[in-house]
């Protein structure tokens, strides 16, 4: 596609004076964001961010903690999309655990109903997102637990006891420190010793 076709496709659907659904978002992310790229819809707004080194070693390490607690068949997956309940919430998250026997829909997505856990870590530019209206879209879709890893701040925050569009329970663990989610419907020790800092 030519910098002309995209143009083109952003004159035109600039003029539909019609809401874009989520799938009209998506098709255009696809189109045009370069690989190496995260791009979601939160409440309506495209973001983008570039993929750093210290965010992803995070995930993997987390991925690992899901591994070694549940198997190598745990249904967890990474910047996947999952539509959550609020205006046009379209996140891929950085990490989400679906429950056991969890199917896609008709449309072949992922139903926010399934997320036993999400992780997002923060990147530059999406704090406010991952500690505002992705925590509250998260809260009313009642994710159980809901992990926010902050490598600026060396700080792990974990959000649990979803009720009526809020986290009523959070904890605070400096990396270096375990993050114990047992009692939780992940009944998971994350180690975050060997955390990058950003």
Known sequence: MTVVDVMTDRIEM???DAEWS???????????????????VVEGAVVMV??????????????????DRY??????????????????NGF?????????GAKPNEEGRWRHEDVEFVAEVISRGTGLNDYGPK???????GVPVYLVVDPYQGRCHVFTDPKEGEYRTESRTDFGEDVDMTGTAIDL?????TFPRG
Not at 22 to 40: Q, S, T, Y
Not at 135 to 141: F, G, I, L, R, T
Not at 189 to 193: E, G, P
């Open 14 to 16: 600039a003029d539909d």
């Open 22 to 40: 989520l799938d009209d978002w998506f098709e255009l992310i696809e189109r045009m964001v370069p690989e190496g790229v995260k791009a979601e």
């Open 50 to 67: 570039p993929q750093r080194n210290v965010h992803w070693q995070i995930i993997r390490r987390v991925l690992y903690a899901l591994d």
């Open 71 to 88: 198997s190598r068949d745990v249904h967890a997956m990474t910047d996947v999309r999952i539509d959550f309940p609020g205006h046009q």
């Open 92 to 100: 891929c998250p950085d990490m989400a655990k679906l429950r056991d």
């Open 135 to 141: 925590k509250a879209a998260y809260a009313e879709a």
């Open 189 to 193: 020790v994350l180690k975050t010793d």
